[in-house]
């Protein structure tokens, strides 16, 4: 029994490393892509050439060729080659987050709260509005006692319930990625107090109302309000 656990344990430490290493390989491609050694539309060298340019085994290689393919960096052509996509952007979503300004990320955001807004209100379910009060009421706390750090994680937990209300998994995944983003922005907002959570509060109660009540043009006008004033 020992022994068959020994060799369970070393084939999973063998299967994690593995992983691992394709993983680099493929952080190393796309920092190759982004220095312009394998350029856009072009083909990426063979696997034999890829295996000795980074030190490691074939299995290494095509797992890493396979991640970038599946995230739109390559694309395998079967019988001839496999390319450095042309019309992907190379950079990761968190880095493109990062870079954009915040007159991009908002337009962004309209969009996609919109969207989820409108289904929140059609959608939600007791369980849904049940979390979204708490979390509205945790807000509402915050603000009574001043903790902007609380303000913050309640506002973003709040849009999140929304989010998830919303029954669309790449809604709320999208929107998952926002996250970062917004809570770096209230950062800079609210750099000495929790004025901007204040003042919006019956905004976001109103939005609350509007979305358990299923009005769901309401409930759009509102949000469109809220991010229009930067809420």
């Excluded at 993983?23 to 050694?37: H, L, M, S």
């Excluded at 295996?51 to 390559?74: C, D, F, T, W």
Aim: glycine fraction near 4%; include cysteine; charge should be positive.
């Amino acid at each position: 029994m020992f022994k068959i656990y020994i060799v369970c344990l070393w084939r999973k430490i063998t299967t994690m490393k593995k992983e691992k290493l394709s993983d680099q390989v493929a952080a190393r491609i796309r920092q190759d892509i982004k220095e312009n050694k394998y350029k856009a539309g072009e083909k990426i060298p063979a696997e034999p050439e890829l295996m000795k340019s980074y030190a490691v085994g074939r299995s290494s290689v095509r797992e890493a060729i396979k991640s970038l393919a599946m995230a739109g960096v390559l694309q395998v052509k079967q019988g001839d080659g496999t390319y450095v996509n042309d019309t992907a952007d190379q950079q990761p979503m968190e880095q493109r987050l990062k870079n954009a300004s915040f007159e991009e990320i908002n337009a962004v955001r309209k969009l996609l709260e919109r969207e989820i807004v409108g289904l929140a209100a059609e959608l939600h379910t007791p369980n849904d509005v049940a979390e979204m009060d708490r979390q509205l009421i945790a807000r509402k706390q915050a603000i009574l006692t001043e903790d902007k750090a609380a303000c913050a994680n309640a506002d973003i937990a709040f849009h999140m319930v929304i989010a998830t209300a919303a029954k669309n998994s790449v809604l709320t995944g999208l929107y998952q990625n926002f996250t970062q983003t917004i809570r770096s922005f209230f950062s800079q907002r609210e750099v000495q107090g929790i004025s901007h959570f204040a003042m919006s509060h019956h905004l976001h109660e109103d939005l609350f109302n509007a979305i358990r009540a299923r009005k769901k043009k309401q409930a759009v006008e509102i949000i469109t309000h809220i991010l229009n004033n930067n809420y």
